[in-house]
């Protein structure tokens, strides 16, 4: 059984270059959610998926970020025109719909970013 | 308002010892839940326990247990018999709508450093 996939798991870029991260969740499980975790804080959502269906995406989500899942299966997230204040972890999550009765998320190990 | 506030500065626990990490949160709706997560230096988040708005009694899972008021809206984590591998980040996190997966929203973290 393996886990939420994160890749990759490190990205160095360039202020202004274009980075994309891919998540490929437990096979299973029909959401899939995104957060975004800078030093010494909480997780903070930023997008969800149920199968290919994006139903929530959080103010955070500026213009220059974007999120697909085209086949309900791996997600990937993309930021344009990256700036030094997206630096930070970005975590995936996923979960069965109708999860028991806890509805846990299970997550990656996260893919951090610095943006130079 | 934060709808999660986790206040401790870090905590420091002696091995075998047991330790209270708090947790309160702000919510008008009846129906939630609450989880608690770990959050070791490899950055993969863990979920530890979960509690019900409506569960009548405290959750345990192993040396887990949750001190849940609901009048205070508290959730506190309860670790006993602190191991060396216990030290890491705690986030409380609450879903307002169990059942439905919708996001969770996380507090800020705790961190636990036990010592030997």
């Known amino acids: 059984d393996t886990g939420v996939s994160q890749n990759p798991r490190h990205k160095i870029t360039k202020r202004g270059q274009n980075v994309t991260f891919r998540c490929d969740p437990i096979?299973?499980?029909?959401?899939l959610y995104w957060y975004r975790q800078t030093l010494g804080q909480g997780p903070e959502f930023l997008t969800y998926?149920?199968?290919?269906?994006?139903?929530?995406k959080s103010r955070l989500l500026s213009d220059r970020f974007s999120a697909e899942r085209p086949k309900g299966s791996f997600s990937t997230l993309e930021i344009q025109r990256t700036e030094q204040g997206d630096s930070a972890m970005y975590l995936c999550a996923s979960s069965p719909t109708g999860a028991g009765r806890t509805g846990e998320l299970f997550f990656g190990e996260g893919s951090r970013l610095t943006v130079l | 308002a934060q709808k999660i506030t986790q206040t401790q500065p870090g905590m420091f626990v002696q091995e075998k010892e047991a330790v209270t990490l708090d947790c309160t949160y702000d919510t008008s709706d009846q129906s939630y839940g609450l989880f608690w997560y770990k959050q070791p230096s490899s950055g993969e988040m863990i979920f530890l326990i979960y509690?019900?708005?409506?569960?009548?009694q405290n959750a345990t899972e192993g040396r887990y247990s949750l001190n849940f008021q609901k009048a205070r809206k508290s959730a506190n984590l309860v670790i006993s018999a602190s191991q060396l591998g216990d030290s890491a980040m705690y986030f409380c996190?609450?879903?307002?709508?169990?059942?439905?997966?919708?996001?969770?929203?996380f507090g800020k973290g705790i961190t636990l450093s036990v010592r030997p």
């Open positions: 096979s299973e499980h029909n959401r």
């Open positions: 509690q019900g708005s409506y569960d009548e």
């Open positions: 998926f149920q199968n290919e269906a994006q139903l929530e």
């Open positions: 996190a609450m879903r307002e709508y169990p059942g439905a997966n919708s996001k969770l929203t």
